[in-house]
């Protein structure tokens, strides 16, 4: 069978026929595997025609040599599911993907050859994309329309034109894909402006333009850069994505409407950028890098459509309400309930939650074994660990010396701190140092004061040899700009008073696979103290000024239950933790941050069991006093939160 669309200068046809495409992104990395169907029927129920995803090739090969089509991972089962509810399939394998996942998409071991350059037709980094594609293309492939199955286009490559202007490379890509039998049509995404397309485009893929407004001007822009050929928005941004730190992006549905009505009604096809944006669930989200580093919240709801939970939004409706006036829909109560969908998904009832334990982590094995001792401080790329933490952890010997009637110590210096590290010297907790969500403080070096501890450390002064433990976190590889394929970890040396400090011991931590061994170290550990009231519990700086040993603890692990009846979707609310990683029954759903705006983390209902569900958190920065289901997102500052350079 001959490929399913053909570009023409009036417009597209599939198989012979005018076609405006209608699309929506949804990316089955971000949705968890039972609930794919779902997600795919109010796709249906919105009026799209067609599915988009992107391919995380760090999802698929989270090793060297090793890959998976499995569970999150199963892009043939999606794309089947896809095709079974009637929908075509826009394919985007990257390998570079941005989309707010963590390094782009691409693996963070790929990042361990330090000669290896992305994005361009470096020997070692295509040799690399060719093995991953051998193993990923025949997936697309065997599912192509052409074939019977519902792969209607694929993507050469992703807004490149933001990145470089390697021509050989982008031709490696495309006859890559023809080689390993890609027969359906390429197309390319980019920038809406000739200073992108100048460099992402590519002759024998179509070129598509990535915009979230003014579509007369980008029509305008197209006739005169892609003349003679269907305009398609391959990503319109009806929403937006959240960093650590900010406001909440939310855009109303009456503008972003407006804007799809007025490509629909200029012929122009569009894929709805995104339709359903889901979760980062673990530690998979990216971040940005605008003169400091962003990370990117856990939630991935975008302020689309369908929301996080799969609700159907005010957005949505005003969305159908576009799209029908281009294709006969039903009314939606009646097409909700052909699907078997509930505009708004059952949701557990709001509780609260006791607290069951709380423990320290610093007695458990992680914290006291031994590990390997490196010269130098790792990267985390160097012992092959692609997200979570490092400890690092040797003896300093330390001098308080008398200096205007106070005791100090010359600080330890981080440089070059990938991104965020807690240190404690002598069993004596610091303030943590590095990227603070939105925060533009000086990071290198990242310095570690003593001085406000030198009373506890050396009452009276003088020299003692303590243990020296630096927890550093990585809050998210870089997705986007010059700075993708950044390397975590304290890259420069840590630094006292004249020379650097070698000979570390060495050990990763996997936070994501580690629920069950924490769990485990919560059952173990003595139960701390009953934690004071919010209103009265310092925050960790306070409690690092030599007046007590308050934050000594951390980090702690918190333990918690609830019963449910039947499982259903909830939201675990964290507005009164600190920061760090949560897990439901053992899965990590990801990272919280008082810093807000996220303040809620979604637990979908295939992650829960009829009866006793398991709530563990590991918290790096204060003892949560309270946690609680809710029936939906919470947005803002936790109350106690430190406030942002720009509030203080």
């Known amino acids: 069978m001959p490929a399913a669309l053909t570009p023409t200068p009036e417009g597209f046809l599939r198989h012979g026929e005018p076609h405006l495409i209608v699309s929506g992104a949804l990316h089955y990395f971000r949705v968890h595997p039972t609930q794919w169907r779902d997600r795919l029927r109010r796709l249906v129920a919105l009026g799209c025609d067609t599915v988009e995803t992107y391919v995380a090739w760090n999802v698929h090969q989270p090793s060297p040599g090793e890959t998976t089509f499995e569970g999150f991972a199963d892009l043939g089962r999606f794309l089947d599911l896809a095709a079974e509810e009637g929908l075509d399939a826009i394919v985007r394998p990257g390998p570079y993907i941005c989309a707010e996942w963590e390094n782009g998409g691409f693996p963070g071991w790929l990042l361990a050859d330090r000669n290896l350059r992305l994005r361009h037709r470096d020997p070692r980094y295509l040799a690399a994309v060719d093995a991953w594609f051998d193993e990923l293309i025949p997936v697309i492939a065997a599912r192509q329309s052409a074939r019977g199955g519902n792969v209607v286009m694929v993507q050469v490559e992703n807004e490149y034109g ?27 995404s980019d920038g809406p402006a000739r200073a992108w397309l100048s460099g992402g485009t590519i002759d024998g893929a179509l070129a598509t333009v990535n915009f979230g407004s003014r579509t007369l001007e980008v029509l305008a822009m197209a006739e005169e850069e892609l003349p003679g050929q269907p305009q398609m928005c391959m990503e319109f941004w009806n929403g937006w994505f959240d960093h650590w730190g900010e406001e909440h992006h939310a855009r109303t549905g009456g503008d972003a409407a407006d804007e799809l009505a007025r490509m629909l009604e200029h012929g122009m096809s569009v894929n709805l950028y995104m339709a359903h944006g889901g979760t980062n669930f673990g530690l998979r989200a990216g971040a940005n890098h605008d003169g400091a580093l962003q990370p990117t919240t856990t939630s991935y709801d975008y302020d689309a459509p369908i929301a996080e939970n799969g609700a159907l939004t005010e957005k949505f409706r005003a969305f159908r309400e576009v799209i029908a006036a281009h294709r006969d829909l039903p009314p939606l109560d009646d097409q909700l309930r052909h ?9 557990l009832p709001a509780a609260e939650l006791t607290i069951e334990k709380v423990g320290s982590l610093r007695g458990a094995e992680r914290f006291t074994r031994p590990a390997e001792i490196h010269p130098v401080p790792p ?8 997200r979570g933490m490092m400890r690092l952890s040797r003896e300093v010997e330390i001098e308080a010396v008398p200096r205007d009637g106070r005791l100090e110590i010359e600080p330890l210096q981080l440089y070059d701190l990938h991104d965020r590290a807690y240190v404690s010297v002598g069993g004596v907790a610091l303030e943590p140092v590095g990227v603070v969500g939105d925060q533009q403080r ?5 310095t570690v004061d003593l001085t406000p501890v030198a009373e506890r ?7 003692c040899t303590v243990r020296v433990e630096i927890l550093v976190e990585s809050l998210g590889r870089v997705n986007f700009g010059p700075r993708l394929g950044e390397r975590k970890g304290i890259l420069g040396g840590v630094w006292q008073t004249v020379r650097f400090l070698h000979d570390w011991e060495v050990d990763p931590w996997p936070l994501e696979e580690m629920g069950e061994e924490l769990a485990a170290a919560l059952d173990a550990a003595p139960p701390l103290d009953a934690a004071p009231p919010l209103d009265a519990a310092p925050p960790l700086e306070d409690a690092a000024d030599g007046r007590g040993g308050a934050a000594d603890a951390l980090p702690v692990l918190v333990g918690a239950s609830f019963v449910a009846d039947t499982p259903e979707d909830t939201f675990l609310d964290v507005s009164e933790a600190g920061h760090g990683v949560a897990f439901i029954n053992g899965f990590c759903v990801g990272r919280y941050w008082d810093i807000g705006p996220q303040q ?31 029936e939906e997102h919470r947005f803002g500052r936790a109350a106690h939160a430190h406030p942002t350079t720009e509030e203080s």
């Not at 202007?165 to 890559?176: C, I, P, W």
């Not at 000086?442 to 990242?446: F, G, I, Q, R």
């Open 162 to 188: 933001s990145y470089g202007d390697d021509r050989e490379y982008l031709a490696h890509l495309r006859d890559g894909l023809i080689a390993r039998g890609i027969e359906e049509l390429l197309v390319t």
């Open 339 to 347: 699907l078997g969908l509930a505009a708004e998904p059952a949701t």
């Open 379 to 386: 990267a985390f790329e160097d012992v092959g660990l692609e």
């Open 442 to 446: 000086p990071t290198d070096p990242a």
């Open 457 to 463: 450390l050396l009452p009276g002064g003088g020299r």
């Open 600 to 630: 809620t983390l979604y637990v979908p209902a295939p992650l829960l069991r009829a009866g006793r569900n398991e709530v563990l958190l590991l918290d790096l920065e204060r003892r949560p006093t309270r946690l609680a289901l809710a």
